[in-house]
């Protein structure tokens, strides 16, 4: 079996349905094949993990123990069908704040690669924003960009199922 990897998946539009400022548990909602990807990037080999940019936060929408209650209650719902989460990594600031643990600034990276003992180098991010595969490229890492729309030397995937495909393909 191939050696442990991480993946660090982005949660809003990645895993689950993209609610601006979504500040309540009750209103997670996974996206389709979520679940069904994320076992598949487990059976390869994958430590997953979740990163989190969390600017509602800062912009006083809700507060960090709010942030904080909705990644727990995900990470419940994804245990409950069968998926484990290895850490979960929030920034709660603003852009503006220039802050390193926002994506695609390393530092969320950085914390669960301390948090885990695995290497940023063999590492992927999957998201649904650019952001999310410059930090991966910051990182010295990979990425799949969740998108319907091809995008030039970045990968692409529809859905998690298709990233996990391409990370497995890859291992």
């Known amino acids: 079996m191939a050696s442990p990897f991480l993946v660090l ?3 809003d539009g990645t895993i689950i349905v993209d609610k ?3 500040d309540t548990p009750d209103g997670l909602e996974l996206l389709p094949n979520a679940v069904d990807g994320m076992k598949a990037l ?3 080999g994958a430590i997953l993990c979740i990163v989190t940019n969390q600017s509602g936060v800062g912009r006083g929408h809700f507060d960090l123990d709010t942030a904080f209650a909705i990644n727990n209650r995900l990470v419940d719902m994804l ?8 850490h979960v990594a929030t920034c709660p600031h603003v ?14 990276a950085l ?6 003992g695995l290497s940023l180098e063999e590492a992927w991010v999957i998201g649904d924003k650019p ?14 960009l969740i998108s319907d729309e091809a995008v030039a030397d970045v990968a692409t ?15």
């Open 9 to 11: 998946l982005d949660r």
């Open 20 to 22: 601006p400022n979504l």
């Open 42 to 44: 487990s059976a390869a």
């Open 79 to 86: 245990i409950a069908k069968g998926v484990e989460i290895a």
């Open 95 to 108: 852009p503006d704040d220039h802050c390193n643990c926002r994506k695609p600034r390393p530092g969320l």
């Open 111 to 116: 914390a669960i690669a301390e948090a885990t």
């Open 131 to 144: 952001s999310d595969v410059e930090m991966a490229v910051i990182m010295g890492g990979r990425g799949v």
């Open 157 to 171: 995937a529809k859905d998690l199922v298709e990233a996990a495909a391409i990370v497995a393909a890859s291992e």
